[in-house]
């Protein structure tokens, strides 16, 4: 079986939503999503967007807010591109209906780490809900967006040339192919590759490691941000308790009350997050305690209620009182910068194929994101996807569709799903171990050889042998058609995905011998001028760009 469309979208948070809706309406979309919507990272975004609209900011200041934190490795002219277009984006989610919070009259703004005005909007403090919630509502009242849900993609589908014609996909509990002019690679980060992690649980590198398996060309995977502030309380998922708290007052203290973050940077726990985390990682195992506290009491308790009421809610459910108590937290696995490298239209180095969002490395970001930038990127580079042109090209013919016959009982061991479960409780703990906020030559070392031992195992899997194999024009059937087996599907492509961007994540770190950004190596502590070049990777090969001068 094979369904046709002009585009299809993978990935359903906000760049992919925003995407879709931004595509020709005369193109026929396929929005292809794994969940029921709405259930991604930008759902659960809280902190909010940031764009320079405040008289006494200016496009200038965020620019050169965004190259400090970058570290050195931003593109220019794709950080000017960003924020000069953020106030269009803005005013576009508005007239859709996106509530951002108000000071009378004008949108509220509020000050995050490393900005040097005010210039974060949020609609109170779930503002990736709110803008996910109004562009998910857009989707499905535009008749040319065709929801494939849940479906989840295996892999590209290129054709002779090496254009991209469409991709392989599990929908349901069948593996067939979906074809398409153009394929928008939009399914953001790879958190859930580290044991401690903000990103929810679809958050699996999906599309950096089809995109790698295909031949494309990808960059800078070791910049891994890791966010300071993610509830830790036994039992509890590492909710992000948003960066906006700090930016109004909240302060990061010890179990003795003392803000030792000042003695990693002046700006205490307002400096970038990359810092803050380190500060955190660093006293943590000076003192051996399990976490340190963030202290909200410092905020006015009316601003507190206005501002972040799910925090609020969220704590109360895990018995923490925040007007009361601090709040228990420790630094987790929250951005990647790296991606596929997309130029300011988001092509990739393979014809037909872009990426937009966390999934693609424009060039925003360098070695350590700005707060509040990603959405913004999700909405600027997706808007560009408005100017696609389809070029009038034939895709090759498939051959006579055939369906292999198979059933999953006789593909699928107890003992297949067993290995395929250890692998994703195994592999988060020894990246999180080895490629975490801090890393060393030896660790990384040891833990490629172990991951490569993995993906050995992983290939060698009876389910993985039919899926791997499948050809162009046929059709797997799984009987029964029920939601166990097409989970058990999911979960086989989810840890194939994980284990390869564990690989990548691994091998990048290796490579750079210095620490910037968001990685930090333990035996080069310094940054090095010799290593102001993006790290690219292009299948097996490593390999540094030329020197990168502003």
């Not at 005005?117 to 919630?133: C, F, I, M, Q, Y």
């Not at 198979?406 to 799903?417: A, H, P, R």
């Not at 899926?467 to 058609?481: A, C, R």
Request: with cysteine; aromatic share 8%.
């Amino acid at each position: 079986m094979t369904d046709k469309f002009d585009v299809l979208v993978i990935g359903a948070g906000a760049a992919g939503l925003y995407t879709a809706l931004c595509l020709p309406e005369h193109l026929h979309v396929g929005l292809i999503n794994k969940n029921i919507l709405p259930v991604s990272a930008s759902d659960w975004a809280q902190g909010g967007i940031a764009a320079a609209i405040a008289p006494e900011d200016s496009a200038a200041l965020h620019v050169q807010d965004t190259l400090a934190a970058g570290a050195g490795l931003c593109d220019l002219e794709a950080v000017q591109f960003l924020v000069e277009e953020a106030a269009a984006c803005i005013d576009s989610l508005v007239k859709m209906g996106v509530a951002f919070d108000r000071t009378g009259p004008d949108l509220a703004l509020t000050l995050e780490a490393a900005h040097s005005r005010r210039r974060v909007l949020h609609s109170a403090d779930t503002t990736g809900k709110a803008v996910v919630s109004t562009l998910t509502a857009k989707v499905l009242n535009r008749q040319n967006i065709q929801l494939v849900s849940p479906a989840f993609a295996l892999s590209l589908w290129l054709d002779k040339t090496g254009r991209c014609q469409g991709i392989s996909s599990i929908c349901d509990s069948q593996v067939k192919w979906l074809r398409a002019s153009a394929v928008v690679l939009a399914t953001g980060g790879g958190g859930q590759v580290f044991a401690q992690t903000t990103n929810p649980s679809v958050s699996t590198g999906d599309g950096v490691a089809i995109a790698w398996r295909a031949g494309a060309l990808l960059r800078d995977l070791e910049f891994v941000q890791f966010h300071p502030t993610a509830l830790s309380k036994a039992g509890a998922p590492r909710f992000l308790i948003s960066e906006a708290v700090r930016g109004e007052g909240a302060h990061l203290v010890d179990s003795k009350g003392y803000r030792f973050a000042f003695d990693s940077h002046p700006s205490g726990e307002l400096a970038p997050r990359d810092v803050v985390s380190r500060a955190i990682f660093r006293h943590l195992q000076k003192t051996g305690e399990p976490h340190v506290w963030l202290d909200l009491r410092p905020i006015d308790g009316d601003r507190l209620r206005y501002r972040f009421p799910n925090i609020i809610q969220v704590c109360a459910d895990w018995g923490i009182d925040i007007f009361a108590e601090p709040v228990p937290v420790t630094p987790a696995a929250h951005y990647w910068m790296g991606g596929i490298v997309a130029d300011k239209f988001n092509q990739t180095s393979i014809p037909g194929l872009y990426a937009v969002g966390e999934t693609a490395s424009t060039g925003v970001h360098g070695a350590n994101r700005l707060a509040s930038n990603s959405l913004l990127e999700c909405l600027v580079f997706g808007a560009q996807m408005g100017l696609l042109q389809l070029e009038g090209e034939k895709s090759e013919a498939l051959p006579e569709e055939e369906d292999a016959g198979e059933i999953l009982e006789k593909l699928v061991s107890q003992q297949d799903i067993e290995a395929i479960e250890k692998l994703r409780v195994e592999l988060p703990s020894l990246v999180w171990q080895n490629a975490g906020i801090c890393r060393g030559q030896r660790d990384l070392e040891r833990a490629i050889v172990r991951v490569e031992m993995w993906r050995q195992e992983f290939v060698s899997l009876a389910l993985s042998q039919a899926l791997l194999n499948v050809q162009p024009g046929q059709t797997i059937d799984f009987s029964p058609g029920d939601a166990e087996n097409s989970s058990v599907l999911r979960n086989w492509g989810e840890v194939g995905n994980l284990l390869d961007i564990g690989y990548l994540i691994l091998k990048s770190a290796a490579f750079r011998t210095e620490s910037r950004g968001g990685h930090y190596r333990l035996d080069y502590p310094l940054t090095d001028r010799d290593w102001c070049c993006h790290t690219l990777i292009n299948q097996s090969h490593w390999y540094k760009s030329g020197p990168i001068e502003f």
